[in-house]
């Protein structure tokens, strides 16, 4: 337990983003049945996941290093990349939703379009706070995973208590059994309801769990926290409290002898725990606690899409138990403001690994300080997010963000099937069912991609 961490960086960002906004839209429009994608997503995520952080214990490597290595060249997929991280986590939704939650604490009721600019203001001033935070510590890392471990046990923990005090024992059985696709208040499966809006169920699927470039990133955060092979990378340090780090471009092999295989195996054991423990246990529980709170207090069929989402739930609290919805609404400015630090971290530090290892110009560009260009993408990024904030409410951001999401475990399903069983030593690379995961999650992810383009079509 002492050196897991990535995994709980991820499950810290996938609850702010299908969990605690996504999924409640569409278990109340549609129902609790729906409980079955987040099984499925989370299953082949965290199969996914552990064979991102294979192939960076193998070699030192972030993924996208390893996927710049195929045809047809480095820089096609440096830029392929760059645009799925940009088009899915540029949008800052979750500091737009944040500020909802936000604005409900302080006047007590939810926003509506009058207050547009209102909430803006607050989600600018959310999206900054981000920035802030960035700026100290000694290695970035290890910054997000503490923060991550208390929202993790905190909201986790509080989300189980107010379930288990406001929720019908019917309401857990539902829950229950919709993991599964079955209804028992009809005594029948329902895997997709009949005339839905697919682009919102396709954005669903792709926040199941994480989604996409974020679950992409657990490899750069392996790396820097010294996981087999990374711990002779270096790793990417703060601004303000770190140190220049020699943070090396390319990776290293090791001889698979009995000796370092049996460090391998040692490795790959804490990769079980931070996946299969961790993150797959959290993940679920992640989706289904809030899912329980939401259908008990809002009107099933119900579409609360709009610019308070993250407070909708507070103010059906509010209303029965005035003292809860303050509860709620805190925890939920929590939840999306640590999630849009972590998808703002994950974006900056991936495509700075891209540029660091695809460009010896930038590498030596301030001495060869990484920090000069984590920083400096950091501010371009902050710029954009002030513009792109005025653009759209904060849920029409996050579909179109999970989306892509979708999209991209499409194509770096395929990508990290082809890297670990054609570029890996061959003791190392994955066996019969981690192949066959990779697979499926390709199918799986296709399917909703194919629905939700379709969708957009009609």
Same mark, same amino acid.
């Given at each position: 337990?002492?050196?897991?961490?990535?995994?709980?960086?991820?499950?810290?960002?996938?609850?702010?983003?299908?969990?605690?906004?996504?999924?409640?839209?569409?278990?109340?429009?549609?129902?609790?049945?729906?409980?079955?994608?987040?099984?499925?997503?989370?299953?082949?995520?965290?199969?996914?996941?552990?064979?991102?952080?294979?192939?960076?214990?193998?070699?030192?490597?972030?993924?996208?290093?390893?996927?710049?290595?195929?045809?047809?060249?480095?820089?096609?997929?440096?830029?392929?990349?760059?645009?799925?991280?940009?088009?899915?986590?540029?949008?800052?939704?979750?500091?737009?939703?944040?500020?909802?939650?936000?604005?409900?604490?302080?006047?007590?009721?939810?926003?509506?379009?009058?207050?547009?600019?209102?909430?803006?203001?607050?989600?600018?001033?959310?999206?900054?706070?981000?920035?802030?935070?960035?700026?100290?510590?000694?290695?970035?890392?290890?910054?997000?995973?503490?923060?991550?471990?208390?929202?993790?046990?905190?909201?986790?923990?509080?989300?189980?208590?107010?379930?288990?005090?406001?929720?019908?024992?019917?309401?857990?059985?539902?829950?229950?059994?919709?993991?599964?696709?079955?209804?028992?208040?009809?005594?029948?499966?329902?895997?997709?309801?009949?005339?839905?809006?697919?682009?919102?169920?396709?954005?669903?699927?792709?926040?199941?769990?994480?989604?996409?470039?974020?679950?992409?990133?657990?490899?750069?955060?392996?790396?820097?926290?010294?996981?087999?092979?990374?711990?002779?990378?270096?790793?990417?340090?703060?601004?303000?409290?770190?140190?220049?780090?020699?943070?090396?471009?390319?990776?290293?092999?090791?001889?698979?002898?009995?000796?370092?295989?049996?460090?391998?195996?040692?490795?790959?054991?804490?990769?079980?725990?931070?996946?299969?423990?961790?993150?797959?246990?959290?993940?679920?529980?992640?989706?289904?606690?809030?899912?329980?709170?939401?259908?008990?207090?809002?009107?099933?069929?119900?579409?609360?899409?709009?610019?308070?989402?993250?407070?909708?739930?507070?103010?059906?609290?509010?209303? *029965?138990?005035? @003292?809860?919805?303050? +509860? /709620?609404?805190?925890? $939920?400015?929590?939840? &999306?403001?640590?999630?849009? !630090?972590? =998808?703002?971290?994950?974006?900056?530090?991936?495509?700075?690994?891209?540029?660091?290892?695809?460009?010896?110009?930038?590498?030596?560009?301030?001495?060869?300080?990484?920090?000069?260009?984590?920083?400096?993408?950091?501010?371009?990024?902050?710029?954009?997010?002030?513009?792109?904030?005025?653009?759209?409410?904060?849920?029409?951001?996050?579909?179109?963000?999970?989306?892509?999401?979708?999209?991209?475990?499409?194509?770096?399903?395929?990508?990290?099937?082809?890297?670990?069983?054609?570029?890996?030593?061959?003791?190392?690379?994955?066996?019969?069912?981690? *192949?066959?995961? @990779?697979?499926?999650? +390709? /199918?799986?992810?296709? $399917?909703?991609?194919? &629905?939700?383009?379709?969708? !957009?079509? =009609?």
């Amino acid at each position: 337990m002492g050196v897991v961490g990535p995994g709980v960086i991820v499950l810290g960002a996938s609850i702010g983003s299908g969990e605690y906004l996504l999924g409640p839209v569409n278990f109340v429009k549609y129902g609790l049945t729906l409980l079955w994608v987040t099984s499925v997503a989370v299953l082949l995520q965290t199969n996914f996941n552990a064979e991102l952080m294979r192939y960076t214990m193998a070699t030192g490597e972030p993924a996208n290093t390893g996927f710049m290595r195929t045809r047809p060249h480095s820089t096609f997929w440096a830029v392929i990349y760059s645009l799925l991280y940009f088009l899915q986590v540029g949008w800052p939704g979750w500091a737009g939703a944040a500020s909802g939650a936000f604005f409900f604490l302080v006047t007590r009721r939810v926003a509506g379009p009058e207050e547009a600019n209102i909430v803006y203001l607050i989600g600018v001033g959310t999206f900054l706070a981000c920035v802030v935070i960035l700026l100290f510590g000694r290695r970035i890392e290890r910054t997000l995973e503490v923060l991550n471990w208390i929202l993790v046990i905190v909201i986790i923990g509080s989300f189980l208590v107010l379930a288990l005090i406001f929720v019908a024992p019917s309401t857990w059985i539902a829950a229950a059994a919709g993991f599964f696709g079955f209804a028992p208040s009809t005594g029948k499966f329902m895997f997709l309801p009949e005339g839905a809006d697919y682009f919102l169920i396709g954005a669903f699927a792709g926040f199941c769990g994480a989604g996409g470039v974020i679950n992409l990133t657990l490899s750069n955060w392996a790396r820097d926290k010294g996981y087999g092979m990374g711990g002779v990378a270096g790793y990417i340090p703060a601004a303000v409290g770190g140190k220049k780090v020699n943070l090396a471009h390319t990776g290293f092999t090791f001889v698979p002898d009995e000796k370092s295989m049996e460090r391998w195996r040692g490795w790959w054991r804490v990769v079980k725990v931070d996946q299969w423990v961790i993150y797959f246990f959290g993940a679920l529980l992640g989706m289904a606690l809030p899912a329980l709170l939401y259908v008990t207090f809002l009107e099933p069929g119900t579409d609360i899409r709009g610019y308070g989402i993250a407070a909708t739930l507070a103010n059906a609290m509010e209303a *029965r138990l005035p @003292l809860m919805g303050g +509860v /709620v609404a805190f925890l $939920g400015a929590w939840i &999306l403001f640590k999630t849009q !630090l972590d =998808v703002l971290e994950g974006m900056v530090r991936a495509v700075t690994d891209i540029l660091w290892t695809g460009s010896k110009r930038l590498r030596a560009w301030r001495g060869g300080d990484v920090r000069a260009i984590y920083y400096a993408l950091l501010g371009v990024v902050v710029v954009w997010g002030m513009i792109a904030l005025k653009m759209a409410q904060p849920i029409l951001l996050l579909q179109i963000s999970a989306n892509v999401a979708g999209l991209t475990f499409v194509i770096a399903g395929v990508h990290l099937y082809y890297v670990n069983t054609r570029l890996l030593p061959e003791a190392v690379r994955p066996g019969v069912w981690p *192949r066959v995961g @990779l697979v499926a999650l +390709v /199918v799986f992810y296709g $399917g909703f991609s194919f &629905l939700s383009i379709r969708a !957009l079509m =009609v």
